[in-house]
């Protein structure tokens, strides 16, 4: 009798800077119920702030604190920071105003939870020494960041994680947009835009094949690639040409995750190896129940994988 192993992952963007008249008062707890029964879970716009030692706001653990996410491990990267990038443009907003000006040291960044161990990237067995990798993109350096979406570095998270007997790379990433491509009418791509967006496919593409190159040259079995993220472009674009070179294809879905303008640019790729593979996106407006503050201006998308045992 032939068995399938299932796995459920999800990519949402918690719109760390929705904050304030804008958040939901219960963001987290709402985000939590979206997520549940998730093995792996990609995030987006990411928040955390420190008060000297202290962390006094942290997205992933408030996160962390729903029913059924006990015992997951965890990993948050920032690639934007208030003592780095100390732009007024970005940080005196009603978001994050309060805490601008008593000079906490506010973080923005993307974070994976994960009911699984991360493993090491390399070393098949071994059930300690894992962690994620980073892959931080900077425009001119770590400190070019001038306030503004132009500018914004981005990163793509890396790790490992082993399922029964599936060995699976998840990634995480969030690509760049620029100014004047989200418009009260919608959303407009631009040259300069898609340049950036293709480059940084590009450099993911160039990674995940060098790895897997590795691992062969180490006589090591290819893993199965999993890819989600905020590509801030639409399935088919030019963007996402370069996964084709690596065989990934996206999970197919309908909806819409980008709120404001109706369009899904919110989405989970993977190798073409997975046996069935659908993705349903999760409308948060049935949670907020009326409320016009929302828990995030994306929905979540939830796909659920089945492998062959």
């Not at 793509?156 to 007997?165: D, S, T, Y």
Request: proline share 4%; net charge neutral.
């Amino acid at each position: 009798m032939i068995q399938m192993l299932k796995i459920r992952v999800a990519t949402a963007n918690i719109a760390g800077a929705a904050r304030g008249e804008n958040a939901h008062p219960q963001k987290f707890e709402l985000l939590g119920q979206a997520l549940a029964g998730c093995d792996i879970v990609g995030l987006q716009e990411v928040i955390r702030v420190t008060d000297g030692s202290m962390v006094v706001r942290d997205d992933v653990n408030n996160l962390l604190k729903t029913p059924g996410r006990s015992g997951y491990h965890h990993f948050f990267f920032a690639h934007l920071d208030s003592t780095l990038h100390p732009h007024p443009a970005k940080w005196s907003g009603a978001a994050f105003k309060e805490y601008y000006e008593k000079g906490d040291k506010i973080e923005q960044g993307s974070a994976i939870l994960s009911r699984y161990p991360f493993r090491h990237l390399l070393v098949d067995g071994v059930s300690e020494g894992g962690s994620a990798q980073i892959l931080p993109w900077y425009h001119d350096g770590a400190t070019f960041y001038r306030g503004n979406r132009d500018t914004e570095p981005r990163s793509l998270l890396f790790c490992r994680v082993q399922i029964e007997h599936a060995s699976i790379v998840f990634c995480c990433t969030q690509l760049t947009t620029v100014k004047g491509e989200n418009t009260e009418n919608g959303r407009r791509p631009l040259d300069q835009g898609i340049e950036i967006r293709t480059s940084q496919m590009k450099w993911i593409v160039d990674y995940l094949e060098d790895y897997q190159v590795v691992r062969k040259e180490l006589s090591r079995a290819e893993d199965l690639v999993i890819l989600v993220g905020d590509f801030n472009t639409e399935p088919g674009s030019p963007e996402m040409e370069p996964l084709k070179r690596i065989g990934l294809e996206m999970v197919p879905c309908s909806g819409v995750t980008h709120r404001n303008h109706n369009i899904l640019i919110d989405m989970v790729f993977t190798s073409v190896a997975v046996q069935t593979k659908s993705a349903q996106t999760f409308n948060l407006r049935a949670l907020e129940n009326g409320d016009i503050r929302r828990v995030s201006d994306h929905n979540p998308v939830l796909a659920e994988l089945k492998l062959l045992k």
